[in-house]
């Protein structure tokens, strides 16, 4: 065991975006990695052969995308995507490739620079609620009920679609385009107000909820405010508090606030370990912790505590060099890695918080990074317009 | 008193009517004997002669003759010779044995007869009557050159050869003057002013022995034998009357005016105005460093000037300059006396010491002597520098030096005038301009040395002391010449040293060793005139000893080597011993290692920490070398460079400059101007850390020389248009200059390949009848041959065939393929190499920058202030001319440049550096243009070539005849040969 061994390369590097390369994400359970650039480009690559299986426009050339998602709770069969023209999609992936048209069109009226998150679940509680797999069908609007089932729905795609449609018409005009959802198939964005974070429905199209809870009134509250723009969001769901969502919000002024649905009022705790803008949150498999990524120079890893509500720095890893688009924890728990404006992919022990990795391959600002949910590769992705791929620390099995 | 008057009235009578005896005797006598016997009568009345030896060798007829002569007693011969030689007699005898008797009888003379009643007249009287006898006998030469002459002159010399240098003459006469000069019988008959005249005119005539004699006289008689005899003589005369007087008891200081003193001096003297003060020195310095070397030795401790008074055997070496009473004599020898000790290597305390002994007398008393050392040993002359340390030490510092540096005396008024006329010669801008380069570092040197003696204080209450030095230091600095700009900061450096010791002034990062060395790579050795030959031979010793030591240095760094690779062996062995690879393992342990510092922070539960130890950090170190943006555009290359306050972005883009430039892309065109500007007025010193200066400049200029390079016209617009813009510098317009240099150089040594025009031959033209195929194809194809058809007798087609050597890819294939429609062979026949683009764009480099050097414009001169520049453009204009050479756009050119060059003030301008320009820029005239076109010019009565060219010769002539500057004449002597050279050519 070497200490001065050099850092690895890639394994294979995909080529083949013409633009920045926003997301990536991996698939839950199949080969495929989902990667979607400024040019609103959404490819799909075979992680084997490295091949891109698909490419499609899927957002306009003129905003691009931001962020795409998927999650085995909204179907293994759906990709989702956001894009800077105020509208998430849902799509549903077939045999070869995506679908021509989006079975899911969420005009969020959200013009801004936060990746939307799918609702994260602990591996140890998700085949409960697989096997309850029950949705709450009836979705309250910009819901005050701090209780939603996490019942599932299995509805069809079609049916979805057509919600969607509907409701994307309906909604867009009436309720100026924010739905929140919350549960299994919910997605956490920074609403239009954008101080705001919003929860909306993937299987309706419509908003369920308002963090902070005002977000009809036309007065917000002042300290929500004063945080600035909600930079980066994560939702989850504690295992021990079952059920009810959890959002974590990162803010312009460095705070990080975690919301409880229950009580989308009042934040269950919020702290301030940047300096400046967070840019990236991740929490880790059983939600107790996590690591977030600021355009300060530094990277905090933190524990959450569910029953006491707060939220502690386990350990702040100080960088030479400021910036950090986008974090990841691996879902065993062992490595995160950081993609940082300063092209350098950073890896480090995840529980010591020790750094382990300096990754140079990207001849740009990287903008995400993600790990497969096997745990044997890590993606990469930057403003090169390439996606990388890695092999590290790979799981003893 | 009057009795003996009287008696030596009678002896002289009687002497006279002896002589004339004799003279009769010989000019009646018809054989050798008769005339030896009348001169033996005489002889034997003069001196003692062996007459039995002269028996012998006459007839026996006369022997009785020659022994009737009675032989006087000696009281008696003692007064006869006292007369005979001090009247008339001896002179009378004399013409008439040098004249006649050598003419007519000496060869006849037996040997012994010769030595006994001829040469013994000369050899046995005083030497300054025989000299004033002799001497004269010498001038006959030339004259005539017959037989006669010539026996006579060789005579004579052989009689000044055995009177003066086998006789030790010169001692006698010295002798002999001292007596005369002291005894009152003398001085009675003589007054004291007649005698000095008489002494001179005697020493005169010694000295001019050399010159009076044949070319064929014996080798004694060559001026540099001659001297070193007589010198040798003189000296122990000297030294045996000074101990003589100092046994007397007379002080020194009142015998100024002694007889073989003034003798020695006037000889001397003589001596050192015909240019052999070497011979001079060469005797007297081994024997005062003797003197002086014994007094060291003896007395270590305890040196001062009275040691040296109280020996006698000094006495007169302090006289002798002062003997010496041509001060231009003196001046020769001091000047012959400091190279010669800087040659012999003496330390700085002998040499004070020799120069204290020979002139603390004169250089008190006399104003003239002092400012030998003073005026010229320090403003005119130019000597080693350790003389230079030798003359401050004694006239300026005016006492013994310390062991190794200058010392101080008590009085430091001297030094303090000193400095201060140095420093007024030193500051002037027109000793900056005018004076050779040796004698600027001379006198800087001196001004260097004289300011590290000098205090603060001293410093400070000198007049005009700090002015001036600042005045010459900026005026220096100012100079193209780093030799110069050294000059002035050693200077800087030694006065800084001055007022503040702890804080010295580096204005150059060159010079920052402790000591500096005035000698400024001046090394001026005289030639050696007593050829050391063992001083070689303990170099050559030096130089064995040397390479001995680096023999083993050698040898011992390899034992090390071997040593080392042993040890790295007994390592390795030792560490190989260590893995037993039997030994059985425990991963744990191993893991262990590796994992005992997380424990006290972590607290997960062992297994975790066992997984954990898997994850092992890579190497993380981490540098920003790929982090810098990278200027990809001319407009962005633009843009970053007008960015001052940003000097990242500024480094990174001038060190894409040159390649992007090179790239050559569509927008140069339109951006070249731009990015000329914002090159130029990058502040490299500004965005770059301490030292790398040179590395961000030398992009810039490359970066600019490929902007000229392959954006010509454009470019140099801009750059001809910044050139007398008031905006820049003169760095940045020597920065233009420079890059415009380089650029016209690239550009005529670029090759580039452009495919000839090709030639279609029509069908009407061509040799072969239209139908038959063309006979292209590869070498070696046969001739086309029509092939006779077999079938149908009547057919429409011809065909042909020929052989074909095989392709060469028939026989080899290779891997390379050529991406072309055409072969390569074709494009070898198409290509045509051309050479130098530069004449294209010559106008364009040459002619706006030639326009306005004259004007004086706010910020720009060339002509006065900004010489540098003028030079530096006339450099410039000369590289563009020879880079045109032999193309018809020199001949356009020439005219113009050469109008430029002739004007008044730039062929005569004051600074050197110019001036050097202007003869390279001539040279490069010269060999640019093409001698036909010369030819032509002259015959069409090109008047402004043809008048450009003489203009050229006799500029160059004149320079080459009154120019100071050396490497100047040296230029102009070659510009004169080219000159030469191409009117051969055209002619």
Not at chain 2, 318 to 332: C, G, L, N, P
Not at chain 2, 370 to 399: E, H, T, Y
Not at chain 2, 485 to 500: H, T
Not at chain 2, 847 to 867: C, I, S, T
Request: with cysteine.
């Amino acid at each position: 065991m070497d200490t001065k061994r050099p850092p690895p390369d890639p394994i294979a590097v995909l080529r083949g975006h013409r633009a920045s390369v926003m997301d990536v994400c991996f698939h839950s359970s199949r080969p495929l990695l989902f990667t979607g650039a400024t040019d609103g480009e959404l490819r799909i690559w075979d992680t084997v052969q490295h091949r891109t299986v698909s490419s499609s426009r899927v957002h306009g050339a003129a905003h691009g995308i931001i962020g795409v998602a998927t999650s085995p709770l909204i179907g293994d069969n759906k990709v989702v995507s956001q894009g800077r023209d105020g509208t998430i999609k849902c799509w549903d992936i077939e045999d070869g490739g995506l679908s021509r048209t989006p079975s899911l069109i969420i005009k969020t009226n959200s013009y801004h620079f936060c990746k939307l998150s799918l609702v994260k679940k602990p591996s140890t509680c998700l085949e409960q609620t697989e096997d309850a797999s029950s949705v709450n069908a009836s979705v309250k609007k910009s819901g005050s009920t701090t209780e939603h089932p996490k019942n599932f729905c299995d509805m069809k795609a079609g049916e979805t679609v057509n919600a969607a449609m509907l409701d994307g018409v309906d909604g867009g005009k009436t309720q100026g385009g924010s739905v929140s959802t919350e549960g299994p198939k919910y997605v956490a964005i920074a609403g239009s107000q954008s101080s705001e974070v919003e929860i909306w429905d993937l299987n309706t199209a419509e908003r369920l909820a308002c963090l902070p809870q005002i977000c009809n009134e036309s007065s917000s509250s002042n300290s929500t405010k004063a945080r600035g723009m909600c930079m980066a969001v994560q939702a989850f769901l504690p295992p021990k508090l079952q059920g009810f969502l959890n959002v974590l919000a990162g803010y312009e002024d460095g705070s990080m606030v975690l919301w409880d649905l229950r009580n989308p009022g009042v934040p269950v705790t919020s702290v301030k370990f940047h300096s400046e803008p967070v840019l990236s949150l991740s929490v880790d498999e059983p939600c107790t912790g996590g690591i977030s990524g600021a355009a300060d120079d530094k990277i905090v890893l933190f524990t959450l505590d569910h029953q006491t509500g707060c939220c502690l720095v386990k350990k702040e890893i100080s960088l030479q060099r400021p910036g950090i688009g986008g974090t990841s924890i691996r879902r065993d728990g062992k490595i995160a890695a950081t993609a940082g404006w300063d092209h350098r992919i950073r890896i480090y022990n995840y529980r010591k918080g020790s750094p382990l990795a300096v990754l140079k391959y990207h001849s740009a600002t990287c903008n995400a990074v993600s790990f497969s949910s096997d745990c044997k590769l890590m993606a990469s992705s930057s403003e090169d317009t390439t996606v990388a791929l890695w092999e590290l620390y790979p799981p003893r099995t | 008193m009057e009795d003996s008057k009287r008696k030596r009235r009678e002896i002289e009578s009687k002497i006279l009517e002896k002589v004339g005896e004799v003279v009769s005797a010989i000019a009646e006598a018809k054989y050798v004997d008769q005339v030896i016997c009348a001169l033996h009568s005489i002889a034997v009345q003069l001196f003692p002669v062996d007459s039995s030896r002269l028996l012998g060798c006459i007839d026996s007829g006369f022997r009785n003759q020659l022994l009737s002569g009675g032989i006087s007693s000696p009281f008696e011969r003692d007064d006869w010779w006292h007369v005979f030689y001090h009247e008339a007699a001896f002179p009378t005898l004399a013409r008439v044995l040098i004249y006649n008797v050598a003419l007519d009888w000496l060869a006849c003379f037996p040997l012994s007869a010769r030595t006994q009643v001829y040469d013994s007249f000369f050899v046995k009287g005083p030497p300054i009557e025989v000299v004033q006898a002799i001497i004269p006998a010498l001038l006959k030469n030339g004259s005539n050159k017959d037989t006669d002459v010539n026996v006579i002159c060789s005579n004579a010399e052989r009689i000044l050869v055995l009177c003066l240098l086998g006789n030790n003459g010169m001692l006698q006469m010295a002798r002999e003057f001292g007596i005369l000069y002291s005894s009152e019988e003398f001085t009675n008959k003589m007054l004291k002013p007649d005698m000095l005249v008489f002494i001179s005119k005697i020493a005169q005539l010694i000295a001019s022995i050399p010159d009076k004699a044949r070319l064929e006289a014996p080798a004694a008689l060559s001026s540099a034998q001659f001297f070193k005899q007589v010198i040798i003589q003189l000296l122990a005369a000297a030294e045996e009357r000074s101990v003589e007087i100092c046994n007397k008891g007379e002080a020194l200081d009142q015998s100024v005016s002694d007889g073989t003193f003034l003798f020695v001096g006037e000889t001397f003297s003589r001596i050192c105005r015909r240019g052999f003060a070497d011979i001079l020195l060469a005797e007297v310095v081994p024997r005062i460093l003797g003197h002086v070397r014994g007094c060291l030795s003896s007395n270590i401790d305890f040196i001062n000037h009275n040691l040296f008074k109280s020996k006698t055997n000094f006495q007169f070496w302090f006289k002798m300059i002062e003997t010496i009473k041509d001060s231009y004599a003196v001046e020769r020898l001091s000047e012959q006396l400091l190279h010669q000790l800087a040659t012999e290597h003496v330390t700085d305390i002998e040499a004070y010491w020799i120069l204290w002994i020979l002139f603390h007398r004169t250089a008190r008393n006399q104003a003239s002597i002092r400012s030998i050392f003073v005026d010229k040993g320090l403003l005119w002359k130019v000597f080693p520098v350790c003389c230079l340390k030798w003359i401050l030490q004694f006239a300026v510092l005016d006492c013994p030096p310390g062991s190794d540096s200058l010392k101080k005396g008590q009085n430091t008024q001297g030094l303090r005038d000193i400095v201060q006329r140095l420093l007024g010669v030193w500051s002037t801008r027109q000793f900056v301009q005018s004076a050779a380069m040796e004698q600027q570092a001379y006198v800087t040197a001196a001004v260097g040395l004289s300011l590290e003696q000098m205090s603060k204080e001293e410093l400070e209450t000198t007049k005009d002391v700090m002015p001036l030095i600042l005045q010459g230091v900026s005026c220096r600095l100012e100079s193209p010449d780093p030799l110069v700009r050294r000059m002035a900061s050693c200077i800087a450096l030694v006065f800084s040293k001055v007022v503040d010791p702890k804080n010295p002034l580096y204005l150059d990062d060159n010079c920052r060793e402790e000591t500096i060395n005035w000698e400024f790579g001046f090394n001026r050795q005289p030639k050696q005139i007593s050829a050391s030959s063992d001083r070689i031979e303990k170099a050559d010793d030096e130089v064995k000893s040397f390479l001995s030591e680096l023999n083993k240095g050698v040898s011992s760094v390899d034992d090390d080597r071997k040593n080392n690779n042993v040890k790295g062996r007994h390592q390795m062995f030792s560490e190989l011993k260590l893995v037993d690879p039997d030994e059985i393992v425990d991963p744990a342990t191993l893991n262990n290692e590796y994992s005992s510092d997380e424990e006290d922070r972590d607290d997960d539960d062992d297994a975790s920490e066992n997984s954990d130890s898997s994850l092992q950090p890579y190497d993380l170190s981490d540098d920003d070398a790929d982090l810098r943006k990278k200027v990809s555009q001319l407009v962005d290359l633009v843009g970053a460079l007008r960015k001052p306050d940003d000097p990242d972005t500024v480094e990174r883009a001038l060190d894409v400059a040159e390649k992007l430039v090179r790239a050559s892309p569509d927008e140069l065109q339109h951006l070249s101007g731009d990015l000329v500007r914002a090159l130029l007025q990058v502040r490299c010193s500004d965005l770059t850390i301490e030292g790398e200066e040179d590395s961000a400049e030398g992009k810039r200029q490359r970066a600019l020389v490929s902007l000229l390079v392959t954006c010509p016209f454009e470019s140099v617009a801009a750059v001809n248009k910044l050139l007398y813009s008031p905006n820049v510098d003169i760095s940045q317009r020597i920065l233009m200059l420079d890059v415009m240099i380089d650029a016209a150089q690239e550009l005529a040594n670029a090759t580039s390949n452009r495919p000839r025009h090709q030639q279609r031959n029509l069908i009407s033209t061509s040799e072969q009848p239209w139908f038959l195929p063309q006979s292209k194809g590869p070498p070696g194809a046969g001739l086309w041959k029509e092939v006779s058809e077999t079938g149908t007798s009547l057919s429409w087609s011809y065909r042909y065939e020929r052989d074909l050597p095989l392709k060469p890819s028939q026989i080899k294939t290779g891997k390379s393929r050529r991406w072309s429609l055409r072969s390569e062979k074709m494009q070898v026949n198409q290509l045509e190499y051309s050479k130098n683009k530069f004449p294209l764009y010559a106008a364009a480099f040459m002619l706006p920058a030639m326009q306005g050097f004259d004007k004086k414009r706010h910020g720009v001169d060339l002509l006065g202030g900004d010489f540098i520049v003028l030079g530096k453009l006339i450099y410039m204009l000369g590289v563009c001319m020879k880079c045109v050479a032999m193309h018809p756009e020199a001949m356009a050119l020439a005219p113009a440049l050469l109008d430029m060059l002739s004007s008044r003030d730039v062929s005569h301008h004051v600074e050197a550096y110019v001036r050097r320009s202007v003869l390279f820029a001539a040279s490069c005239i010269l060999v640019a243009l093409h001698p036909s076109f010369v030819a032509s010019a002259l015959v069409e009565g090109n008047a402004e070539i043809s008048k450009g060219l003489e203009w050229i010769r006799t500029w160059a002539l004149h320079v080459a005849e009154s120019e100071t500057d050396t490497e100047c004449s040296m230029m102009a002597m070659t510009c004169l040969q080219l000159h030469a050279e191409m009117a051969l050519q055209a002619s």
